[in-house]
């Protein structure tokens, strides 16, 4: 389920459960398969991108002109949507920043031993 927040700010987000929310708040479901993280992450990038261009508080970020956006998505050599590369590419996308996050903690770790 991704949802966005209309009136004001624009916000897209992924919630893997359901809950209930109030009037400003639409829920869009995925209609081609199941989402899971890794699919939502990036279905949320491009989305993200495509909207970059509503302005805080802006009318024209509404329900049929969301239905209308075209967001492009990776294929396969068939022309359907490829899944396989797009869990591959989150995945490895979330190794990196976990290897960038031990480097980084590594790093300070051989800062501080200098100090003592």
């Known amino acids: ?11 897209i987000f ?11 708040i639409k829920v869009m479901f995925y209609r081609d398969c199941e989402l899971n993280p890794e699919l939502a992450c990036y279905l949320l990038t491009v989305m993200r991108k495509a909207f970059q261009n509503f302005a805080w508080g802006q009318s024209s970020f509404n329900e049929n ?14 022309d359907n949507i490829d899944y ?4 591959t590419f989150i995945q ?12 980084w903690k590594d790093k300070i770790i051989n800062t501080s031993k200098k100090c003592i």
Request: aromatic fraction near 10%; hydrophobic fraction near 30%; glycine fraction near 2%.
């Open 1 to 11: 389920m991704v949802t966005y927040h209309r009136s004001h700010t624009a916000t």
């Open 14 to 24: 992924y919630q893997e459960k359901p809950y209930f929310t109030g009037d400003k």
């Open 65 to 78: 002109i969301l239905k209308n956006m075209e967001i492009r998505l990776p294929v396969d050599s068939n």
């Open 84 to 87: 396989t590369y797009i869990t």
């Open 92 to 103: 490895a996308q979330e190794k990196l920043s976990i290897k960038n996050v031990i480097d």
